[in-house]
């Protein structure tokens, strides 16, 4: 595992001479990358990163920042797992595992597992769902990134999923996907980064499905403060228009110091044209705490957060809601350290208050005014109806769910509708007309005592769906706009 420092250099340190300085003074075990607000230097053992860490405060570079936590963060998704023996043969419909052993071998029945699998939420079956549009250039492929944590992808799954799930699949896969290793990826599967194959198969999947024509770059780092940062700056640097992320933590976890460096880094992003989706949580108001609070890199200004919904049947929706027993529900809510950007701020009672919400009681301490408040949109992440997903030669049906599967699913939709310059997406969003969302009014997150109802669906605008789940073939129609404000303004 790679051991990785950040010198944050925003308070006065110059960055192309430090750059110099520790390309000349350190050893070649040492991988050194620049961003617009300081450097990354990746080191292969802890000896030589105790070495560039006295080096720099000894060179008076007092702003580094170092490893102080590892697997810092979690993956937003979950899996309705029920018994294997029981839930099998589900021919009829409904939830279930499909075991396909050699995928390449018909089953007992004479038909190969793709034949075999019941309707079911297959990542390409929701694009239809949700009205996904359909073309894109082929000269011009929109280049997505997914950033991961750890694990690494099961190549013969995904072989077998791009063969028989991925419409439009006339160009080899090696040439649509790629992962670079920031060193963080770990080749073995085991018990213990599991969570994290199962991240990585959901978001590739989901892209690769919903967005055939995009060319998708797997990031993955070690699960820390700077190795998240790192993959993100990364992405940035490779020019992808599009970035997935589907790991967080609650901002209490993160402090003020890395949620501004993570902030700028996000403005950054959105300055030349990226947009950036993250998975909004799955612990409902609280986000596994003992508080209502918001995770984060969700609750960034400078991204499109991503809720959670259940899907009723094939024409109703309503949040995903807190579920005790299994301990899951969207994540949302209002930031205790972010301001809404402009064009949130503008929307039509997005703040519940006294007329909109009778007998509201807000958790202390907590304010609502000109917050930042999450999620933006909305999309099918209750495992109980859930997405259709292929791991390690299983096929889990409709069984795969969290805020996970929705910033890939958003990401793919942005891809579709291939914008050169995603620099104004947040306030596109904002600005689009009600008839680009399937408003949710039903349903709620809260899961902390003495809240009840502070973030219930209403009509319009709520901190368990945002503006509700998309209408893809219309919100792709609507034309972009040019940002309302400056990204950085909004730190």
Known sequence: MSHILWIDCTNGANIAEFYEKVKTNCQSNVVISESQTGVFVMCKDKTEHKKVQKWAKNNKYDHVLHEHCAKTFQAHHCIAKGDKKERKDTASGGSGIITAGDASVPSKEGLPLV???????????????YSYPTQVDPDKPPKIAIISLGGSIIRSDLNYVYEHFVPNNDVPLPSRFKIVDLGGEETDLSSSNSAAYEENALDVQIVLSMCP??????????????????????????????????????????????????????????????????ASGDTGSSDGTNRATVDFPASSPNVIACGGTSLVDSSN????????????????????????????????????????????????????????????????????SGWTIYFNGTLYVNQFGGTSCVSPAFSAFLGLINWDDYSGVIDWLYT????????????????????????????????????????????????????????????
């Not at 992320?245 to 996000?266: C, D, H, K």
């Open 432 to 491: 689009a007309p009600n008839r680009g969302f399937k408003d949710i009014t039903s349903g709620t997150n809260d899961n902390i005592p003495n809240t009840k109802g502070v973030y219930s669906c209403r009509s319009g605008y709520d901190q368990c769906t945002g503006r509700g789940s998309i209408r893809g073939n219309i919100l792709g129609a609507v034309p972009k706009v040019p940002p309302v404000m400056s990204p950085a303004a909004a730190l």
């Open 115 to 129: 034949q075999r699998v019941p309707p079911s939420n297959l990542p390409s079956v929701m694009a239809k769902h």
């Open 317 to 384: 929706e309503k949040a995903w809601s807190w579920h005790s027993r299994h301990g899951w529900g969207g994540g949302g809510g209002v930031s205790s350290h972010f301001k809404a950007s402009a064009s949130q701020r503008k929307m039509a009672s997005l703040y519940p208050n006294k007329s909109n919400t009778p007998g509201l009681k807000l958790p202390k301490g907590l304010k609502f005014t000109n917050q930042r408040s999450v999620p933006d949109i909305a999309m099918n992440a209750d495992p109980l």
């Open 213 to 278: 024509a995009s060319l998708i770059t797997l990031y993955i780092a070690p699960n820390s403060f700077n190795g998240f940062l790192y993959a993100i700056n990364q992405a940035i640097s490779d020019r992808n228009k599009i970035i997935s992320i589907s790991w967080g933590a609650p901002e209490t976890v993160f402090g003020s110091r890395y949620l501004n460096i993570y902030n700028r880094m996000f403005a950054t992003a959105l300055s030349k044209g990226i947009a950036v989706c993250v």
